[in-house]
């Protein structure tokens, strides 16, 4: 990886990977500020702890589901990074394209999720 961006980037994507409460809150130690907010067509999840309840309830819903990045760019604070949703036996299951928003610590503070939600 190229940029301290990128890696934080990364170590958020790998929090969804990630099997256990316990292990993806060590990744938001590194990668995310307490008061990040995401958001994506279906929720909104701000902090910590709303964003973990959103991510167990994916894996509950696509075990060993994870993110694979495809495309990432940054400047001046923000990234913009294309990925593949994948499931635990690496079948892509859709694609998205995500913007971060990084403190003056370099910890995501927004990320954005854009992608087709399923039918309501």
Known sequence: MSTTTE???????????AASAEAKRALFERCLSPRCVYTDPTTKADGWDALLSYMLEFHRQVPGGHFVTTYFRAHHGRSIARWNMVDGEGTVLGDGT???????????????????????
């Open 7 to 17: 890696k934080t980037w990364e170590q958020y994507v790998s929090s969804w990977k």
């Open 98 to 120: 995500s913007y971060g928003q990084y403190d003056e610590a370099g910890k995501l503070t927004a990320m954005v999720g854009f992608f087709d939600a399923p039918p309501q």
